[in-house]
Nanobody
Protein backbone atom coordinates (compact mmCIF):
# COMPACT_ATOMS: atom_id res chain seq x y z
CA UNK A 1 0.00 0.00 0.00
CA UNK A 2 1.16 3.52 -0.79
CA UNK A 3 0.28 6.69 1.07
CA UNK A 4 0.59 10.31 -0.01
CA UNK A 5 0.70 12.86 2.80
CA UNK A 6 0.52 16.60 2.14
CA UNK A 7 1.76 19.35 4.43
CA UNK A 8 2.35 23.08 4.36
CA UNK A 9 -1.12 24.51 3.97
CA UNK A 10 -2.41 27.39 6.03
CA UNK A 11 -3.65 30.96 6.07
CA UNK A 12 -1.73 33.58 4.13
CA UNK A 13 -2.42 37.16 3.10
CA UNK A 14 -2.87 38.11 -0.56
CA UNK A 15 0.51 38.49 -2.21
CA UNK A 16 2.12 36.05 0.18
CA UNK A 17 3.73 32.67 -0.39
CA UNK A 18 3.29 29.11 0.76
CA UNK A 19 5.12 25.91 0.00
CA UNK A 20 3.19 22.65 -0.08
CA UNK A 21 4.91 19.30 0.20
CA UNK A 22 3.74 15.77 -0.47
CA UNK A 23 5.59 12.66 0.65
CA UNK A 24 4.91 9.23 -0.78
CA UNK A 25 5.60 6.19 1.36
CA UNK A 26 5.07 2.46 1.15
CA UNK A 27 6.07 -0.23 -1.26
CA UNK A 28 7.22 2.03 -4.09
CA UNK A 29 9.31 0.92 -7.03
CA UNK A 30 9.12 4.21 -8.89
CA UNK A 31 6.89 7.22 -9.39
CA UNK A 32 6.00 8.47 -12.85
CA UNK A 33 3.83 11.58 -12.98
CA UNK A 34 3.18 13.71 -9.90
CA UNK A 35 0.42 16.30 -9.82
CA UNK A 36 -1.22 18.92 -7.65
CA UNK A 37 -4.96 19.48 -7.87
CA UNK A 38 -7.17 21.88 -5.96
CA UNK A 39 -10.83 22.14 -5.16
CA UNK A 40 -12.49 25.34 -4.05
CA UNK A 41 -15.86 25.34 -2.28
CA UNK A 42 -18.67 24.70 -4.73
CA UNK A 43 -16.29 24.07 -7.62
CA UNK A 44 -14.93 21.03 -9.41
CA UNK A 45 -11.47 19.74 -8.66
CA UNK A 46 -8.97 21.23 -11.10
CA UNK A 47 -5.48 20.30 -12.16
CA UNK A 48 -2.95 22.89 -11.00
CA UNK A 49 0.46 21.51 -11.92
CA UNK A 50 2.07 18.39 -13.37
CA UNK A 51 5.63 17.12 -13.26
CA UNK A 52 6.77 13.98 -15.06
CA UNK A 53 9.67 11.79 -14.03
CA UNK A 54 11.54 13.24 -16.99
CA UNK A 55 11.17 16.77 -15.69
CA UNK A 56 8.40 18.03 -17.98
CA UNK A 57 6.07 20.48 -16.27
CA UNK A 58 2.66 21.86 -17.09
CA UNK A 59 0.58 24.43 -15.24
CA UNK A 60 -2.96 25.71 -15.23
CA UNK A 61 -3.14 29.11 -16.90
CA UNK A 62 -4.39 30.64 -13.67
CA UNK A 63 -1.14 29.81 -11.81
CA UNK A 64 1.52 30.14 -14.54
CA UNK A 65 4.35 32.35 -13.44
CA UNK A 66 3.30 32.17 -9.79
CA UNK A 67 3.48 28.47 -8.88
CA UNK A 68 6.40 26.10 -9.32
CA UNK A 69 6.24 22.32 -9.01
CA UNK A 70 9.35 20.35 -8.12
CA UNK A 71 10.21 16.86 -6.96
CA UNK A 72 12.90 14.93 -5.15
CA UNK A 73 12.97 11.48 -6.70
CA UNK A 74 15.31 10.09 -4.05
CA UNK A 75 12.86 11.06 -1.30
CA UNK A 76 9.65 10.42 -3.27
CA UNK A 77 8.41 13.92 -2.59
CA UNK A 78 6.79 16.63 -4.67
CA UNK A 79 6.46 20.28 -3.71
CA UNK A 80 4.44 23.23 -4.90
CA UNK A 81 5.90 26.68 -4.33
CA UNK A 82 3.08 29.20 -4.48
CA UNK A 83 3.95 32.89 -4.77
CA UNK A 84 1.86 36.01 -5.25
CA UNK A 85 -1.13 34.22 -3.82
CA UNK A 86 -4.61 35.51 -4.55
CA UNK A 87 -7.91 34.99 -2.73
CA UNK A 88 -9.06 32.86 -5.67
CA UNK A 89 -6.26 30.40 -4.88
CA UNK A 90 -8.16 29.44 -1.74
CA UNK A 91 -8.90 25.72 -1.94
CA UNK A 92 -8.03 22.31 -0.65
CA UNK A 93 -4.89 21.20 -2.44
CA UNK A 94 -4.40 17.51 -3.24
CA UNK A 95 -1.32 15.60 -4.23
CA UNK A 96 -1.73 12.89 -6.87
CA UNK A 97 0.77 10.43 -8.29
CA UNK A 98 1.16 7.47 -10.63
CA UNK A 99 3.15 4.99 -8.56
CA UNK A 100 4.69 1.73 -9.74
CA UNK A 101 3.97 -0.49 -6.77
CA UNK A 102 2.38 -3.64 -5.45
CA UNK A 103 3.13 -7.32 -5.02
CA UNK A 104 2.51 -7.67 -8.77
CA UNK A 105 4.05 -4.35 -9.77
CA UNK A 106 2.03 -2.07 -11.95
CA UNK A 107 1.08 1.59 -11.99
CA UNK A 108 -1.55 2.69 -9.49
CA UNK A 109 -2.94 6.20 -9.07
CA UNK A 110 -2.96 7.56 -5.52
CA UNK A 111 -4.37 10.67 -3.83
CA UNK A 112 -3.38 12.46 -0.68
CA UNK A 113 -5.90 13.60 1.90
CA UNK A 114 -5.59 17.26 0.99
CA UNK A 115 -4.33 20.37 2.73
CA UNK A 116 -6.27 23.63 3.12
CA UNK A 117 -4.87 26.83 1.66
CA UNK A 118 -6.69 30.03 2.55
CA UNK A 119 -5.69 33.37 1.07
CA UNK A 120 -7.33 36.20 2.93
CA UNK A 121 -6.55 39.50 4.58
Amino acid sequence: QVQLVESGGGLVQPGGSLRLSCAASGSIFSINVMRWYRQAPGKQRELVAVLTSGGITNYADSVKGRFTISRDNAKNTVSLQMNSLKPEDTAIYYCNADVYSGSIPRFHNYWGQGTQVTVSS
